[in-house]
Nanobody, 115 residues
């Protein structure tokens, strides 16, 4: 079973930056895209950003211009650079390997933005 491990979360003031990283334990088969999802307190998990195998980058409207997703295929890593953070960005961020078969999810990393 592939394991995805996130890191880089923490507590930051509004306007600050964080960089999340995700490392896969091995090469992932049947992969279509890699993504970051967020679960805000009391809400469902929602897509934050996605990078496809064709290197298309997709962002939630709320993070466009502030967040940048990047992927290193050779190292099986995924990153999310988050700038100009806002309190509404608070939540648990999950790294996801989206596949033709069931997706793989990491356990998440907490991001808390205080004003």
């Amino acid at each position: 079973q592939v394991q995805l491990v996130e890191s880089g979360g923490g507590l930051v003031q509004a306007g600050g930056s964080l960089r999340l990283s995700c490392s896969a334990s091995e090469r992932i088969t049947s992969l279509t895209s890699m993504a970051w999802y967020r679960r805000a307190p009391g809400e469902q998990r929602t897509l934050v950003a996605r990078v496809t195998n064709d290197d298309d980058h997709i962002y939630a409207d709320s993070v466009k211009g502030r967040f940048t997703i990047s992927r290193d295929k050779s190292r099986n890593t995924l990153s999310l650079q988050m700038n100009n953070l806002k309190p509404e960005d608070t939540g648990i961020y999950y790294c996801v390997a989206e596949r033709l078969l069931p997706d793989y999810w990491g356990r998440g990393t907490q991001v808390t933005v205080v004003s």
